[in-house]
């Protein structure tokens, strides 16, 4: 939003270092949120943040420069981050660019007449069903500036505008739903009738992670604190044959545990977050995900791949075999749930059980020392197994391990 940023720009006049900023961006920016976050309450402070942001209104170049300076390193941040996590974005672009669509917006909402003043001066928009005031939403300042729903209106006509999308997902955390009701509300107001397909995913927050670095959590420190972790458990057990590389299989069975400790419940729900649970190989997590794929894989390495053509599926009797099987078969079912309400967890938990289900057929069905026919029938299923395993892991962005 703008107030933050306008507080930081002030601050970092204050309290900033061009050095510190260049080597580490967010941390340095979040120290010095931090120190002037002391002084907000502060008439001063205050004021010069107002001019700041009026500033920036004004497209005065001075201000400018620090606002893109501030934007810039702190995308090459991200894009480093998000590349550990295999996320990549095709475009950056907040509501922050739309300070003069904006004014074309609240131009737009006065013809249509749906822009209304307020005593104090304000522009409000009237969301009641009964058209007496009783929902409304603010969308322009008493200085006839813009509001962050304003720019977020903008933004989203310019986008839809551009790149004419089959839906526009907004992925925010919930304290933020009521806005984007607001927003999507106003749309329909306007005659946009794409903003049906305009929709808020929500999340909930972590409790109770703790890093070393204290109380605020940096998802880099996480991330580098889960790949320690990780490579620490795969040394200390004995089994660990010799990996190719072990501190990439480590970065990428760690980002496992977190991803499924993320998505295991509704994304909506705040939890509470434990290293120990995240990161037991036993038990649901992405860990064991991870193991039963890297089990499945070597039994490939050892046995060689079946081929289909020539498997009797007479020889898949056993109640463990059918298990699988029937498993199996609801995945199209499972995706179908998780594309329709935007929840990853009907995959994971349906990726969890299929990883017991294969635990138990490995125990009693077993490849080595059967009848032919029937281990080249075992193979098959447990190649299958493995296949749909691998597919629902890449969904959720995590990368299948082979060994580990």
């Not at 794929?293 to 050892?302: C, G, N, V």
């Not at 009797?312 to 099987?325: H, T």
């Not at 691998?390 to 391990?401: D, E, F, H, Q, S």
Request: hydrophobic content about 40%.
């Amino acid at each position: 939003g703008q107030f933050p940023l306008c507080l930081l720009g002030v601050g970092f006049q204050t309290f900033g270092n061009k050095e510190k900023l260049k080597s580490s961006p967010l941390q340095h920016l979040f120290e010095v949120y931090v120190q002037i976050n002391k002084a907000a309450e502060d008439e001063n402070t205050k004021k010069l943040a107002k001019d700041f942001f009026r500033k920036l209104e004004e497209r005065d170049e001075q201000t400018l420069s620090i606002w893109k300076q501030f934007r810039d390193l702190s995308i090459e941040e991200y894009i480093q981050i998000y590349k550990r996590l295999g996320v990549h974005f095709d475009e950056y672009s907040g509501e922050s660019f739309y300070q003069e669509k904006a004014q074309e917006v609240l131009k737009m909402l006065e013809d249509k007449g749906l822009l209304q003043k307020t005593i104090k001066g304000t522009g409000i928009v009237d969301l009641s069903e009964k058209k007496d005031l009783s929902t409304v939403s603010t969308v322009m300042r008493s200085d006839g500036t813009s509001l962050y729903i304003t720019r977020d209106l903008a933004a989203a006509i310019d986008r839809m505008n551009k790149h004419s999308c089959d839906s526009m997902i907004y992925v925010t955390d919930k304290s933020q739903s009521n806005h984007f009701q607001h927003l999507f509300q106003i749309l329909k107001l306007m005659g946009y009738d794409w903003a049906e397909r305009c929709q808020h995913v929500s999340f909930g927050l972590v409790q109770g992670m703790k890093t070393r670095r204290g109380e605020v959590i940096f998802l880099e420190d996480v991330l580098n604190e889960v790949r320690s972790r990780m490579l620490q458990n795969m040394t200390s057990t004995k089994t660990t044959k010799e990996i190719n590389d072990p501190v990439e299989t480590a970065e990428k069975v760690g980002l496992a545990a977190l991803i499924i400790q993320d998505f295991r419940g509704l994304l909506s729900s705040d939890y509470q977050f434990s290293w120990d649970r995240a990161l037991q190989s036993r038990g649901d997590t992405g860990v064991f995900l991870q193991y039963t794929h890297a089990r499945l894989h070597s039994l490939e390495q050892i046995h060689g791949n079946a081929e289909l053509a020539d498997v009797n599926v007479a020889c898949l009797q056993e109640p463990d075999a059918i298990s699988v099987l029937q498993h199996l078969l609801r995945y199209d079912e499972v995706l179908y749930r998780s594309s329709q309400d935007l929840q990853p967890k009907h995959i994971v938990s349906y990726l969890l059980t299929l990883s017991h289900l294969v635990a138990v057929a490995h125990r009693t069905l077993p490849v080595k020392g059967s009848a032919p026919e029937v281990s080249q029938a075992r193979l098959c299923l447990f190649h299958a197994a493995r296949s749909v395993l691998a597919n629902g892991m890449k969904l959720l962005g995590i990368t299948p391990v082979n060994q580990m």
